[in-house]
């Protein structure tokens, strides 16, 4: 049995899948030729059979526009400038396939990422994406493709990316178990919004579980068991089924009211990554979105995405989500968000680094794309736009101008912009929640992110396992800072909300009631659970058990009050 941390809830038995992805190390060899020239046609079939097949099972799940990449892939392994000049390569020096292989691609990313033109940038990245394929078949790796997954599988891996994770077909992918990560590492953030069981930070995980083995994967307590006996396999079946009961008893509170016993009113709202969670956000009875984190929209992209691509995103959410407010983030890229078209400069601390905000005011030409598109869909519904990572208030106020001055700009082209929309902003930097008074006076609303809240308060990697006992929700210190946050913008009349994931955690929604938490938003698959507990709690016990815990000295105590408080262990 191994010991991980529950990232995204439900209980499956299925087989391992064990996700290697293959480090090359290429070395000049001098070789027969005709031999190598087999070898490489070998792998050019391959890859281009590769390409075929993840198109064919994209159709359907994917846009026109992102099949059309797969078209790109393709035209590239038929390239003559391309694969042309390899087998000359190959000819005239004797070398090895994989070298010329490597030789050639280098020249051809080099050329493209230093040209200005998106286009051609975009090619890099396809030449990229091709060559590590077709290398890897002429050196004999097996490249997984987690869209190809054809069978009930568990995915082990030693991390997946956000992209990765973005790829995995539901049907197939009955939950994933990674060595790394945290409740809040993006991968955890993205099972969520899938619905697919995870365990995460599961150290020793990889040498433990061999490809094909059966494991349970019980994400409600983050335990993986290998090859279970038939004892074990009777008592998680009949766990996983009570967990499925759980969740069909909850429909019922989908339209309910999220008010206390004693009549106060909060507002449960979803976060999403696309246009698709929306969707269920609305069938999770989410009352609207409180966090759009569209820098998913950049990441699932092979260029920086176009003013229209994002409009016509943004606009789908929001008439999706009609009158029901509808946070979108600006872009919030950075720390362990990559775009691999925008590669920044190697950092020692990037999440203390070039990013978020502080790269949009800097790139102002990737924020007045974002900025146009957002300011066209506005007419669309009701939005509020919001700004990450904001330290100072001239950063908010920096921002905020932009927007307005994009306004007037847009205007003065004769585009319609809606005059209700919010403009608010996160606090997730510790500078930003003691100072919230000051922010509120400003901003329309503030929005908690305690996933970085917590890490910067705590000095604590929100990734790293071994320190993870001091990303500590319920310290008192963090509790304070939350206070003050509420505070502040109760004090300027303006509305918090919470987009962190401590905003979904059964223990936090009693305390955060308490501290007068306005919006909690969360993945879709918690606002059920959570409106339960809401309609449960009395407004007036939560706010005298919320002033105790900000009075004790560290996050036992203050987890035994609340437990002892709610009566559960
Ligand atoms: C946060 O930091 O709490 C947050 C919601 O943003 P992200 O998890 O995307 O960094
Ligand atoms: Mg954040």
């Known amino acids: 049995m191994l010991k991980g941390i529950a990232a995204s809830s439900g209980v499956v038995v299925a087989k391992a899948y064990k996700l290697v992805q293959p ?5 000049r060899k001098t070789v027969d030729v005709n031999e190598e020239l087999e070898r490489f046609e070998a792998a050019l079939v391959k890859t281009r059979h590769d390409i075929e097949t993840i198109k064919e099972k994209a159709v359907g799940r994917l846009s026109d526009d992102d099949l059309a990449i797969f078209d790109a892939h393709l035209m590239v392994t038929f390239d003559p400038e391309f694969t042309g000049q390899m087998t000359e390569m190959i000819k005239s020096e004797s070398v090895n396939a994989e070298f010329a292989c490597q030789e050639v691609s280098s020249m051809f990313i080099n050329m493209f990422e230093s040209m200005e ?63 790394i990560g945290g409740r809040t590492s993006h991968s955890a953030i993205m099972a969520r ?35 279970p006996s038939d004892e074990e396999l009777k008592h998680y079946s009949a766990k996983a089924e009570r967990f499925a009961e759980l969740k069909n008893s909850l429909k019922v509170l989908k339209d ?4 206390t016993t004693d009549g106060h009113h909060v507002e449960l709202v979803g976060n999403i990554g696309s246009p698709v969670d929306a969707d269920k956000v609305l069938e999770n009875g989410g009352e609207g979105v409180g966090l759009y984190r569209t820098e998913f929209l950049y990441m699932d992209a092979q260029s920086l995405p176009s003013e229209e691509d994002q409009f016509v995103s943004y606009k789908s959410v929001l008439e999706k989500m009609g009158k029901r407010p509808t946070v979108v983030r600006t872009l919030d890229i950075g720390g362990d968000k990559e775009l691999s078209y925008l590669p920044f400069p190697h950092e020692m601390n990037p999440f203390l680094g070039y990013r978020a905000i502080r790269l949009c005011l800097d790139r102002t030409d990737i924020f007045k794309t974002q900025v146009r598109a957002l300011l066209r869909a506005s007419v669309y519904g009701n939005l509020c ?33 809606s005059d209700t929309y919010q403009i608010g902003m996160m606090v997730e930097i510790p500078a930003a929640a003691v100072l919230a008074d000051q922010f509120s006076k400003e901003a329309d609303f503030l929005s908690i992110g305690t996933n970085d809240l917590i890490q910067y308060s705590m000095a604590s990697d929100r990734m790293n396992e071994k320190v993870a006992y001091l990303y500590q929700p319920y310290n008192p210190s963090l509790l304070r800072l939350i206070k003050m946050t509420i505070d502040g913008a109760h004090k300027e009349g303006k509305w918090c909300g919470m987009c962190g994931e401590m905003a979904g955690e059964e223990l936090a929604v009693p305390l955060l009631l308490g ?18 507990m809401v309609r449960s709690l009395s407004y007036a016990e939560m706010k005298e058990m919320a002033e105790k815990a900000l009075g004790m000295s560290n996050q036992e105590e203050v987890l035994k009050l609340v437990k002892s408080t709610l009566k559960v262990d």
């Open 23 to 27: 480090q090359l190390t290429i070395v």
């Open 117 to 179: 033109d998106a286009y051609f940038r975009e090619r890099a990245a396809d030449i990229k994406d091709v060559s590590y394929r077709l290398n890897c078949h002429i050196m004999g790796y097996e490249l997984a493709n987690l869209s190809l997954i054809q069978e009930e599988v568990v995915i082990v891996a030693h991390d997946l990316t956000p992209s990765d994770t973005a790829q995995l077909n539901k049907d197939f992918t009955k939950g994933f178990a990674t060595a």
């Open 193 to 227: 919004s899938l619905e697919i069981p995870a365990v995460v930070g599961i150290s020793g995980l990889l040498d433990q579980v061999k490809h094909g083995d059966i494991i349970v994967l019980d994400a409600l307590d983050g335990v993986v068991i290998v090859n």
């Open 256 to 259: 309910a009211d999220s008010v």
């Open 385 to 417: 736009i919001m700004f990450p990572m904001i330290a100072t208030l001239d950063e908010f106020r920096a921002a905020k101008k932009f927007v307005k001055d994009t306004e007037a700009e847009l205007k003065a082209e004769g585009v319609a912009v």
């Open 515 to 532: 501290l007068g938490l306005d919006e909690f938003s969360m993945s879709a698959s918690s606002i059920l659970q959570a409106r339960k």
